[in-house]
């Protein structure tokens, strides 16, 4: 099923022994996808609720959580740019970390942008992020260049890259 109907009909997934749904982001689930974003990245400052509310009304299709018996476990955000795809942030919930949700979530944002004809993923990591580059490299990225102080707070990024084949 087409990723952008996903709101109506969630499309299921199974990780480490559970089955979560991967479906659209509602203006609903905000307050819990903020408590992840505020567990989720302790050293930095949080985006505010408008950001999020911002991002959803700019590519609403692009913005995905993962749910599992109405708790929302984890999100990710992209978007398109023709045929440039970029992954704007992901994170899960801490306690359910380690099962495959990371991955399922990236996968899904992956299909989504092989269906859209996107031909290059691009996103930004923290260079000290050990376990985004790992993830992000399990999945095909590579490391394209370090920008230095890409960060608010100084911190330098990795731009990592995953070409999609023809
Ligand atoms: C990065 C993050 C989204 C991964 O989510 P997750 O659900 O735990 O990831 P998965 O279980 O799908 O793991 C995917 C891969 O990442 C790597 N990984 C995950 N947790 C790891 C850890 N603690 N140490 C080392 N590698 C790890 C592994 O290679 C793993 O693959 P494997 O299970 O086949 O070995 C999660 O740790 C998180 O929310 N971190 C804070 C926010 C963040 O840094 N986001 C990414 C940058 S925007």
């Known amino acids: 099923m087409p990723f952008w109907r996903v709101g109506s009909s969630p499309t299921v997934r199974t990780v480490k022994n559970s089955k979560i749904k991967i479906r659209n982001f509602s203006p609903s689930d905000l ?50 740019q023709k045929d440039l795809g970029k992954i704007i942030s992901i994170a899960v919930y801490p306690a359910w970390r380690k099962r495959g949700i990371g991955k399922t979530l990236t996968n ?37 260049k370090t920008n230095k102080n890409y960060y608010q707070n100084g911190d330098d990024a990795y731009l990592m890259e995953r070409k999609l084949g023809a």
Request: aromatic share 14%; hydrophobic share 35%.
């Open 31 to 80: 307050k819990e996808v903020m408590e992840i974003e505020r567990l989720s990245f302790p050293n930095r400052k949080l985006y505010p609720e408008d950001y999020f509310r911002k991002l959803y009304q700019k590519y609403s299709e692009g913005f995905i959580v993962a749910e599992d018996k109405g708790k929302i476990l984890g999100y990710a955000i992209s978007e398109v």
């Open 108 to 144: 899904f944002l992956i299909n989504n942008f092989k269906e859209k004809g996107v031909k290059e993923i691009s996103l930004h990591v923290r260079t000290k992020n050990k376990v985004g580059i790992t993830l992000y490299k399990k999945l095909g990225f590579k490391i394209l």
